[in-house]
């Protein structure tokens, strides 16, 4: 079981940069491979990126490659995305998410969410 708590989001103007942070708590986060996503009013949930159980692999959504960058520290059980050169189209309510093997970019994938926080990037 693994809970996940998202923060670091709110409101920066197009170019900026924010860094959320996902803290999570339980026994397997360091096995666990871990996601960020993103859902905009109207939208269906959207994959960003996604990172393997010790770092070694990435995978990112074409939207965000270059811009965006994930990462994790297994000692402080916390993955983080690096998010710069923002834009408006960026505003989103971002989800981290874990999932017990592997990493993969579909929602259906992972077995646990956090509760998100909001990002809006003004124009």
């Known amino acids: 079981q693994v809970q996940l708590v998202e923060s670091g989001g709110g409101l920066v103007q197009a170019g900026g940069s924010l860094r959320l942070s996902c803290v999570a708590s339980?026994?397997?986060?360091?096995?666990?491979?871990m996601g960020w996503f993103r859902q905009a009013p109207g939208k269906e949930r959207e994959f960003i990126a996604g990172?393997?159980?010790?770092?070694?692999?990435?995978l990112y959504a074409d939207s965000v490659k270059g811009r965006f960058t994930i990462s994790r520290d297994n000692a402080k059980n916390t993955v983080y995305l690096r998010m710069n050169s923002l834009k408006p189209e960026d505003t989103a309510i971002y989800y981290c998410?874990?999932?017990?093997?592997?990493?993969?970019?579909?929602?259906?994938?992972?077995?646990?969410w956090g509760q998100g926080t909001q990002v809006t990037v003004s124009s």
């Open positions: 998410a874990a999932k017990n093997v592997g990493m993969a970019n579909l929602p259906s994938s992972y077995d646990y």
């Open positions: 339980g026994r397997s986060f360091s096995s666990s491979g």
């Open positions: 990172i393997s159980w010790n770092g070694g692999g990435t």
